[in-house]
């Protein structure tokens, strides 16, 4: 195994550990940069650099803006004993079952397949691509749809009214202005 | 030559230029606005440099006390560490590059998309409502301006036979310069990149007649120095970007040595993009944000559309 793969794993499995014991969101945010990273690099260490790069591209350049932006916006100020509440045993339940059948679905599949260990072919962008428009056609056309619906309904919660402060113009308040 | 001699002159020669830029962009823009321009230290004003150096090191390098501290520390280094990293993808003359990747025009995309945490940190970090709004208009502008930027790259990458590595680039240019049948992808490509490093006229982040100083308005010493040295550094970078992509990179006539074509064609369009700052207005933000998504975005797919057909249509 590549010592390379080793360390970024750590580094994602760390980062990760630490976004989730955050209490100041956008230092949550970061740190999930950070491990979003750690994967990237695990991914072109095992020969994917195409699915590294846009791991950086999609996920930690645009996904988690979006994220950091936000909890920008809302200026998020939480009382640590509020905090506390929310944080409790009882809110653990369930992430923590759902977690525990990921984890063991992932190690039975690979005690069962060790093959994984093997892979050090290189994947390029152009397989991946002539793999999206053949054999994923129909996943990739359904996405598309799905983030057409997404666009959509964007627009429609984001239209706002249009004002007329004008007497002459008073009529024409029905009309709908797009930002 | 052995790969960290390579790393250690374009370290070099990259901070050098930036340096420069500082001097270079004050003259031009003094020449452009009919003005002297820093003609007082040291001959031609050259030692202007150094001496705006020395003070900025020795400033006081203030942390406000309302400010969040890690990541106020954090948020200049992220600007300098992702504009030099760039610069490892950049071909400067054959066999003179730090990686000849496959996937590095891709990896130039994920560094300035990356960029954009530095803005938009340092202006949460301060904790002041100006800089917030700086932070917040950079955050809306950059996300935005890549998504033109990775679209009007897509031309070039054809043309170069479905290749992202940048020498196929440069060499795929042998024939005619890819500025000629990808135009609309170069103009494009070109106001993303000067929206990307918010340069005026978009420097719609800093914009100090509404607030301040935008978001670095809380830095100061050092800290404020690596905002500013790396502007430059990313002005160089995007010019260095656009000779590799739209004009040949180091190809020229061969009476010279294809590093000198490289650095003549990057310093034209680093003084292109001084001479932007010194004759446009700054646009308003929604009239900028509204010409983006209106504009560039239709043009630059319709641009892919056809580039894609006629090389179809060719074969």
Same mark, same amino acid.
């Given at each position: 195994m590549d010592i390379l793969f080793i360390v970024s794993s750590i580094v994602a499995v760390i980062a990760s550990a630490m976004a989730i014991t955050r209490r100041n969101a956008v230092h949550a945010?970061?740190?999930?940069?950070?491990?979003?990273?750690?994967?990237?690099?695990? =991914?072109?260490?095992?020969?994917?650099?195409?699915?590294?790069?846009?791991?950086?591209?999609?996920?930690?350049?645009?996904? =988690?803006?979006?994220?950091?932006?936000?909890? =920008?916006?809302?200026?998020?100020?939480?009382?640590?004993?509020?905090?506390?509440?929310?944080?409790?045993?009882?809110?653990?339940?369930?992430?923590?079952?759902?977690?525990?059948?990921?984890?063991?679905?992932m190690a039975i599949s690979f005690l069962r397949d060790p093959s994984w260990e093997g892979l050090h072919q290189v994947i390029l962008p152009k397989h991946v691509g002539r793999l999206m428009f053949s054999h994923y056609l129909l996943p990739v056309e359904l996405a598309g749809v799905l983030l057409l619906a997404a666009i959509v309904g964007a627009y429609y919660l984001g239209r706002t009214r249009?004002?007329?402060?004008?007497?002459?113009?008073?009529?024409?308040?029905?009309s709908y202005d797009t930002l | 030559m052995a790969i960290g001699f390579i790393i250690a002159i374009v370290l070099l020669m990259v901070i050098t230029i930036a340096a420069a830029n500082i001097y270079i962009e004050r003259r031009l823009l003094s020449l452009w606005q009919?003005?002297? %321009?820093?003609?007082?230290?040291? &001959?031609? %004003?050259?030692?202007?440099?150094?001496?705006?150096?020395?003070?900025?090191? /020795?400033?006081?390098?203030?942390?406000? &006390?309302?400010?969040?501290?890690?990541?106020?520390?954090?948020? &200049?280094?992220?600007?300098?560490?992702?504009?030099?990293?760039?610069?490892?993808?950049?071909?400067?003359?054959? %066999?003179?590059?730090?990686?000849?990747?496959?996937i590095a025009l891709l990896f130039f995309l994920a560094n300035s998309s990356l960029g954009v945490y530095s803005v938009v940190l340092a202006g949460w970090a301060s904790?002041?409502?100006?800089?917030?709004?700086?932070?917040?208009?950079?955050?809306?502008?950059?996300?935005?301006?890549?998504?033109?930027?990775?679209?009007?790259?897509?031309?070039?990458?054809?043309?170069?036979?479905?290749?992202?590595?940048?020498?196929?680039?440069v060499e795929s240019q042998k024939e005619m310069w890819n500025v000629i049948p990808q135009l609309p992808g170069f103009i494009i490509f070109l106001i993303a990149a000067v929206a990307e490093s918010h340069r005026a006229p978009f420097d719609l982040p800093e914009a100090e007649g509404e607030l301040v100083a935008g978001f670095h308005t809380e830095y100061s010493g050092i800290k404020f120095g690596m905002f500013?040295?790396?502007?430059?550094?990313?002005?160089?970078?995007?010019?260095?970007?656009?000779?590799? /992509?739209?004009?040949?990179?180091? /190809?020229?006539?061969?009476?010279?040595? &294809?590093?000198?074509?490289?650095?003549?064609?990057?310093?034209?369009?680093?003084a292109f993009i001084i001479l932007l700052r010194a004759s446009l207005p700054r646009p308003r933000y929604d009239q900028f944000m509204a010409v983006g998504w209106k504009i560039l975005l239709?043009?630059?797919?319709?641009?892919?559309?056809?580039?894609?057909?006629? /090389?179809l249509y060719k074969g």
């Amino acid at each position: 195994m590549d010592i390379l793969f080793i360390v970024s794993s750590i580094v994602a499995v760390i980062a990760s550990a630490m976004a989730i014991t955050r209490r100041n969101a956008v230092h949550a945010l970061l740190f999930l940069i950070v491990s979003l990273m750690g994967v990237s690099m695990m =991914m072109y260490t095992i020969g994917a650099p195409y699915a590294a790069i846009l791991e950086i591209i999609v996920y930690a350049g645009a996904i =988690m803006m979006l994220f950091v932006f936000t909890v =920008m916006m809302l200026n998020l100020s939480v009382s640590p004993e509020d905090e506390k509440r929310k944080t409790g045993f009882k809110t653990w339940i369930f992430p923590l079952i759902l977690g525990a059948v990921l984890l063991s679905i992932m190690a039975i599949s690979f005690l069962r397949d060790p093959s994984w260990e093997g892979l050090h072919q290189v994947i390029l962008p152009k397989h991946v691509g002539r793999l999206m428009f053949s054999h994923y056609l129909l996943p990739v056309e359904l996405a598309g749809v799905l983030l057409l619906a997404a666009i959509v309904g964007a627009y429609y919660l984001g239209r706002t009214r249009k004002r007329n402060l004008h007497r002459y113009l008073q009529n024409q308040e029905d009309s709908y202005d797009t930002l | 030559m052995a790969i960290g001699f390579i790393i250690a002159i374009v370290l070099l020669m990259v901070i050098t230029i930036a340096a420069a830029n500082i001097y270079i962009e004050r003259r031009l823009l003094s020449l452009w606005q009919d003005r002297r %321009g820093p003609n007082r230290a040291g &001959p031609w %004003g050259i030692l202007q440099v150094p001496a705006d150096m020395i003070k900025i090191f /020795l400033k006081e390098d203030w942390i406000p &006390p309302f400010a969040d501290r890690t990541v106020f520390v954090i948020a &200049p280094t992220i600007v300098m560490i992702v504009t030099l990293l760039s610069f490892a993808i950049i071909p400067f003359a054959p %066999g003179f590059m730090v990686v000849d990747s496959n996937i590095a025009l891709l990896f130039f995309l994920a560094n300035s998309s990356l960029g954009v945490y530095s803005v938009v940190l340092a202006g949460w970090a301060s904790n002041n409502k100006y800089s917030l709004i700086g932070a917040m208009r950079g955050a809306a502008q950059m996300v935005s301006y890549e998504v033109f930027m990775g679209l009007s790259l897509m031309g070039v990458v054809m043309l170069a036979g479905g290749s992202f590595s940048m020498r196929e680039i440069v060499e795929s240019q042998k024939e005619m310069w890819n500025v000629i049948p990808q135009l609309p992808g170069f103009i494009i490509f070109l106001i993303a990149a000067v929206a990307e490093s918010h340069r005026a006229p978009f420097d719609l982040p800093e914009a100090e007649g509404e607030l301040v100083a935008g978001f670095h308005t809380e830095y100061s010493g050092i800290k404020f120095g690596m905002f500013f040295v790396g502007e430059y550094i990313s002005i160089t970078l995007i010019s260095a970007t656009i000779v590799t /992509l739209y004009f040949g990179g180091w /190809l020229g006539p061969a009476f010279l040595p &294809p590093f000198f074509w490289f650095m003549f064609k990057t310093f034209i369009f680093i003084a292109f993009i001084i001479l932007l700052r010194a004759s446009l207005p700054r646009p308003r933000y929604d009239q900028f944000m509204a010409v983006g998504w209106k504009i560039l975005l239709p043009i630059s797919l319709i641009n892919i559309l056809i580039t894609a057909a006629i /090389l179809l249509y060719k074969g």
